[in-house]
C-alpha cells in the first residue's frame, strides 16, 4: 500500500536520497525547503530517473512561524493523511544569527520550527493506518546541553558545534517526550544518527576546514538508508522512542534520556508557539 509522506529538508543531501528511495517504491512523497528553485530541480531529477515518481515540492521555512501555520494548511488541504513524517531538515550555522521566529538559527530551526510543524500536522499522521514520525538527529548531541539563554542568543555558544549540538540533543529529547505522549495510539516516533554526510549542511564551515572534513565523509545515500527503513520496515510497527545507528538501537547520552528535562523542553516549546 503506498503511503503519504512529507520530508523536510527534502532538496538535497539525505533528505533528497530519502524522497528518491521512497518514491522509487511508489510512495507520494512531498519535500519541503524554503529554496523552492532548489527543490524543484531536485523533483526533475528524481523525475528523470524515475518518470512515473509521485513527488512534489512545496515552500517552507522552517524559521518563521507564520510561514509553518501557512504551509500546514496548504499541505492538509491535499495531504489529509499522513502515513509518515520525516523531520529532516537541517543546518550547521558558522555564522551565528537569529531567525524570524526569534530563536537561534539551529535550534530554531531543527528544534522549534520542526516541533510547530509536528504538532499542526499530527492529527494527519494519526489518521494513517499506522503513522510514523522519523526525525533526524545526531551522534552529536552526546556534546550537546540544554542551555535556555542560547535559545535567543546565538553569542552563548563559544564554538557553533556546541549549537549545533544542542539542537540534535533537543531532537532526542522531543523524540522520547512525542512517543510517550503518543503511547497507546498508532504512532511511532523514533529518530536516528545518518553518519558523517557529505551534504550541503556543511556550506557554512570555512574552506580549509570544509576540504579536511569531507575526506571523511560518507555519502548521503548511505546516510539516508536508516530513515527509509524507520519509515517503511514492518518489522518496526510497534517500535517507538528509540534511536537508531545503521540500522540498530544505539545508545544516547544520559541528558536525552532524563524525562524530566524533556517534559521542561517540550513545555516551553509549547509556550514558545
Not at 529529547?173 to 503518543?182: K, N
Not at 537508531?244 to 536525552?256: C, D, E, G, L, Y
Amino acid at each position: 500500500m503506498h503511503k503519504n509522506i512529507l520530508i523536510t529538508g527534502g532538496n538535497s543531501g539525505i533528505g533528497l536520497e530519502m524522497a528518491r528511495a521512497l518514491a522509487a517504491q511508489g510512495d507520494h512523497v512531498i519535500i519541503a525547503s524554503r529554496d523552492q528553485g532548489k527543490s524543484q530541480a531536485a523533483v526533475q531529477d528524481i523525475k528523470a530517473q524515475n518518470p512515473s515518481a509521485q513527488i512534489e515540492a512545496m515552500a517552507l521555512d522552517l524559521g518563521d512561524f507564520a510561514d509553518v501555520d501557512r504551509f500546514a494548511g496548504e499541505l492538509l488541504a491535499k495531504m489529509p493523511v499522513i502515513d509518515v513524517l520525516m523531520l529532516n531538515s537541517g543546518l550547521y550555522a558558522h555564522q551565528r544569527r537569529t531567525l524570524k521566529n526569534g530563536f537561534e538559527a539551529m535550534i530554531g530551526i531543527m528544534h522549534f520550527g520542526h516541533f510547530r510543524l509536528s504538532q499542526r500536522l499530527l492529527d494527519a499522521v494519526k489518521a494513517a493506518p499506522q503513522g510514523r514520525i522519523v526525525v533526524t538527529s545526531s551522534v552529536g548531541h552526546t556534546q550537546g546541553k540544554i542551555d535556555e539563554a542560547s535559545f535567543t542568543d546565538p553569542a552563548r555558544h563559544r564554538l557553533s558545534f556546541l549549537g549545533y549540538a544542542q539542537a540534535k540533543l533537543a531532537n532526542l529529547l522531543f523524540t522520547r517526550e512525542l512517543a510517550r505522549r503518543l503511547a497507546g495510539t498508532r504512532v511511532t516516533v523514533n529518530a536516528f544518527h545518518p553518519g558523517a554526510v557529505l551534504t550541503g549542511i556543511w556550506a557554512e564551515l570555512p574552506k580549509p576546514l570544509a576540504v579536511v572534513i569531507k575526506l571523511f565523509l560518507i555519502s548521503s545515500a548511505k546516510g539516508a538508508d536508516t530513515a527509509v527503513w524507520l519509515a517503511t520496515a514492518p518489522e518496526l510497527a510497534g517500535v517507538t522512542g528509540e534511536y537508531f545507528v545503521k540500522r540498530k538501537k544505539a545508545k544516547t547520552s544520559p541528558t536525552s534520556q532524563d524525562p524530566e528535562l524533556a517534559a521542561w523542553l517540550w513545555a516551553y516549546s509549547e509556550k514558545a508557539m
